[in-house]
Nanobody
Framework: VQLQAYGGGLVQAGGSLSLSCAAS?????????LGWFRQAPGKEREFVAV????????RYAASVEGRFTISRDNTRNTVNLQMNALKPEDTAVYYC????????????????WGRGTEVTVSS
């Protein structure tokens, strides 16, 4: 089982990036709640967004609400994070995660984690 996040990079404040997370050995369709977390240097990992098993419910951290959009593509077995109006404080390593539990903001509830992708937002 492997999750791999990609799409990170360097962007100026106000810009956009689109992250994706591909799953192998794991069929995300219907059975997994999918989340994005991030960890900035010197800080703890924090919740960013979650998408329910059906894709019908999403929830965001207050710091990204209205700027980020999580979505899942069951045909491609991916979960995506569209990030707009980026701010320097969004700089972090972003991780995707999957769990068989119902929607959760807590990292300890997630069973599978991808290798992170680094996002740097310059001012």
């Amino acid at each position: 089982v492997q999750l791999q996040a990609y799409g990170g990079g360097l962007v100026q404040a106000g810009g956009s990036l689109s992250l994706s997370c591909a799953a192998s050995g794991l069929n995300l369709y219907g059975g997994y709640t999918l989340g994005w977390f991030r960890q900035a240097p010197g800080k703890e990992r924090e919740f960013v967004a979650v998408c329910s098993k059906s894709g019908g419910m999403t929830r965001y951290a207050a710091s990204v609400e209205g700027r980020f959009t999580i979505s899942r593509d069951n045909t491609r077995n991916t979960v995506n994070l569209q990030m707009n109006a980026l701010k320097p404080e969004d700089t972090a390593v972003y991780y995707c995660a999957a769990t068989t539990s119902f929607s959760s903001n807590y990292a300890e509830n997630y069973d599978y984690w991808g290798r992170g992708t680094e996002v740097t937002v310059s001012s």
